[in-house]
Nanobody, 117 residues
Framework: QVQLAESGGGLVQPGGSLRLSCAAS????????MGWYRQAPGKQRELVAAITSFGATNYADSVKGRFTMSRDNAKNTVYLQMNNLKPEDTAVYYCKMTRPYSGNYYWGQGTQVTVSS
């Protein structure tokens, strides 16, 4: 059974940084596509960043140059380094694992990020 556990959210001032972690169990992150999504109140969930099994990354235009997604195969964990945070980054951030062949996917429980002075 696949489980994803996010951590690292919190309250930060504009311009600050946070690093989110998503620890996986039941499957190996390096053979799956992994993604970070976020959902703000009253808005649809949106893709923030993703990494393929080959290690290629892509980012939403709104976070390019500020966010970096990475993967630690030894820890079976993916990260989202968020710098220069803005109030509009406030949302619940979710980790998602997608199987490359079946298309089956799994979500974590989410972690709240609040950017406010």
């Amino acid at each position: 059974q696949v489980q994803l556990a996010e951590s690292g959210g919190g309250l930060v001032q504009p311009g600050g940084s946070l690093r989110l972690s998503c620890a996986a169990s039941g499957s190996i992150v390096s053979v799956n596509a992994m993604g970070w999504y976020r959902q703000a109140p009253g808005k649809q969930r949106e893709l923030v960043a993703a990494i393929t099994s080959f290690g290629a990354t892509n980012y939403a235009d709104s976070v390019k140059g500020r966010f970096t997604m990475s993967r630690d195969n030894a820890k079976n964990t993916v990260y989202l380094q968020m710098n220069n945070l803005k109030p509009e980054d406030t949302a619940v951030y979710y980790c998602k694992m997608t199987r490359p062949y079946s298309g089956n996917y799994y979500w974590g429980q989410g972690t709240q990020v609040t950017v406010s002075s």
